[in-house]
């Protein structure tokens, strides 16, 4: 029997998550769970840059606060920051974040897509990694002369057979873990 | 001969797919003073696509660009993508208008100044529409000015090349000559 593919469970866990996250509307559970994601793409192997999202997540709830409505609960002169809008901010932010670092999760260069696009998609893969190789040894010094040189090298080396599996970067036990993650999400809808 | 045709087709789509692939890339890594500014490395490879494929090649690589961005930075199921993939359509679809209907009166920098403007508008709608409702207004000058900006100095970028590169002549040779 052919083992189940670890790269398709986490994306259909993913797919899975993904109504139950968008579909939560209490603004603690929904908050947590985009946190969880955060922290099981630490977990998972990705690299996570804080400031960006950071500076993401502000910015949305910021310009949330230019809308006011409901009761005002803090006075800052320029800004009157009102519950209601403060809550959509925070609700939109955090919506923002979790479908990011959910996709961040969920979707690898392992996934598969099948047909005569899969194919194609495999070969452009296969061909980024060649120009990501060979792009350090081209000596052109111009910038548009490297790219020149770099796209003859790489049309005038043979097609070499595709690689059938590419080096996997999710084990199994991650995808046990987001299996759970996938299961609690639809619990907390229910709840 | 139609194998062979079709062949050549897929892999210059292929190559110019991975060239979004990798501009995508390098421009991920690069720092950006607000997340909403973005240079859009990845549609240099579009506007040679112009150039040199018909048609169908060139919404080959519109197709590619778009997946291999949520692919690459993990995007596919998020709003980010969502906002590219609508901004890389409608932009790819002007580009296209001018690029075929304008023949040689606009040159690649007005094709490519045309799509950012079109897909900086579709992308501030919708990040209106989904995001951050009203105050988008304040966000739209720079965001509009860097995307201007940026999308000239690509334009002129890829016309240079388009006018000296050896691949863009053995492409642009070989399609020209079968259509």
């Given amino acids: 029997m052919k083992k189940p593919d670890t790269a398709a469970i986490v994306f259909f866990c993913g797919l899975g998550t993904l109504p139950a996250f968008l579909f939560q509307q209490d603004l603690i559970i929904k908050i947590s769970e985009a946190g969880i994601f955060i922290l099981l793409n630490i977990f998972f192997r990705k690299k996570v840059r804080i400031f960006p999202p950071l500076i993401a997540f502000l910015s949305i709830v910021f310009m949330n606060l230019l809308s006011p409505y409901g009761k005002v609960i803090a006075d800052a002169g320029f800004l009157r920051v009102t519950d209601g809008a403060l809550e959509s901010g925070i609700m939109k932010a955090g919506t923002f974040l979790g479908l990011l670092y959910l996709s961040k999760i969920s979707v690898t260069r392992e996934t598969a897509v099948p047909g005569r696009a899969g194919k194609l998609i495999t070969e452009t893969f296969y061909l980024f990694e060649q120009l990501t190789d060979e792009w350090k040894n081209i000596e052109e010094k111009g910038i548009l002369q490297r790219l020149d040189r770099l796209l003859l090298t790489i049309d005038s080396k043979k097609k070499e057979k595709l690689p059938e599996t590419a080096e996997k970067s999710i084990n199994k036990f991650s995808a046990v873990l987001f299996a759970l993650v996938f299961l609690g999400s639809w619990i907390f809808i229910f709840l | ?179």
């Fill in chain 2, 1 to 179: 001969m139609q194998r062979h045709f079709n062949r050549k087709f897929d892999r210059t789509a292929a190559v110019l797919g991975a060239l979004c692939f990798f501009l995508s890339a390098l421009e991920f890594m690069i720092p950006r003073p607000l997340p909403f500014i973005r240079i859009g490395l990845a549609n240099f490879p579009i506007l040679l696509a112009l150039e040199i494929l018909p048609l169908p090649g060139i919404l080959t690589v519109v197709f590619l660009k778009i997946l291999g961005q949520g692919l690459i930075q993990g995007t596919l199921f998020s709003y980010t993508f969502l906002l590219s993939a609508a901004g890389s359509l409608c932009s790819a679809g002007i580009m296209i208008l001018l690029n075929r209907l304008g023949e040689k009166r606009i040159s690649l920098i007005g094709v490519s100044a045309a799509g950012a403007l079109t897909s900086n508008i579709i992308q501030l709608f919708l990040a209106q529409l989904l995001l951050v409702g009203r105050a988008m207004y304040l966000i739209a000058p720079p965001f509009l000015a860097a995307g201007l900006v940026s999308s000239i100095i690509l334009g002129a970028l890829a016309e240079t090349f388009c006018r000296k590169s050896l691949w863009i002549s053995r492409h642009k040779g070989f399609f020209h000559e079968k259509a």
